[in-house]
Antibody
Framework: QVQLQQWGAGLLKPSETLSLTCAVY????????WSWIRQPPGKGLEWIGE???????NYNPSLKSRVTISVDTSKNQFSLKLSSVTAADTAVYYC??????????????????WGQGTLVTVSS | EIVLTQSPATLSLSPGERATLSCRAS??????LAWYQQKPGQAPRLLIY???NRATGIPARFSGSGSGTDFTLTISSLEPEDFAVYYC?????FGQGTRLEIK
């Protein structure tokens, strides 16, 4: 059974860079996309971006200028960096495996499983 | 960009009752919609994918239906552990959630 375990700094100052890593245990790393999703306190879910085992990425346009997602296939890990953080970036950050199915010209996806989440607080 | 609108925002029911949650897409998404359950302090858990397929280990009381723009998540008989927030998702967009609370 696939499990995702994530870690990273939980308290940042404005303008610093958020850095989180997610390790994948118990399953195949290739053949999937791997995503980061965040949730501000008391709010809904926002997709940040994705990467596959080859390093192909796709980012949320609203965050694209500040986001970098990378992969280390030797360790079955992927990482998130978000630069120039502000208080608006305070959220619980989740990593998740993304299952993608392409049917003719349509692509559909879902996220399963998820990591345990990391609360990142940005405060001076 | 597709917008997902969930209703109601909050649903108050008692254990044993039937719950019906709605998710409406701003344009057709065929049957490509997923549902998640999130309990306080926990990560979301996949319940349903492709509108009507239960994920592994999800009890049969959870069912999904719909296609095009209108989708429904039904919980046939609420158990105490079902009171949570539910989200729908299509591609990289999530609905705003429905909070299912104990009446």
């Amino acid at each position: 059974q696939v499990q995702l375990q994530q870690w990273g700094a939980g308290l940042l100052k404005p303008s610093e860079t958020l850095s989180l890593t997610c390790a994948v245990y118990g399953g195949s790393f290739s053949g999937y996309y791997w995503s980061w999703i965040r949730q501000p306190p008391g709010k809904g879910l926002e997709w940040i971006g994705e990467i596959n085992h080859s390093g192909s990425t796709n980012y949320n346009p609203s965050l694209k200028s500040r986001v970098t997602i990378s992969v280390d296939t030797s360790k079955n890990q992927f990482s998130l960096k978000l630069s120039s953080v502000t208080a608006a970036d305070t959220a619980v950050y989740y990593c998740a495996r993304e299952r993608i199915v392409v049917v003719v010209a349509a692509t559909h996806n879902w996220f399963d499983p998820w990591g345990q989440g990391t609360l990142v607080t940005v405060s001076s | 960009e597709i917008v997902l609108t969930q209703s109601p925002a909050t649903l108050s029911l008692s254990p044993g009752e039937r719950a019906t949650l709605s998710c409406r897409a701003s344009q057709s998404v065929s049957s490509y919609l997923a549902w998640y359950q999130q309990k306080p302090g926990q990560a979301p858990r996949l319940l349903i994918y492709d509108a009507s397929n239960r994920a592994t280990g999800i009890p049969a009381r959870f069912s999904g239906s719909g296609s095009g723009t209108d989708f429904t998540l039904t919980i046939s008989s609420l158990e105490p552990e079902d009171f949570a927030v539910y989200y729908c998702q299509q591609r990289f967009t999530f609905g705003q959630g429905t909070r299912l609370e104990i009446k």
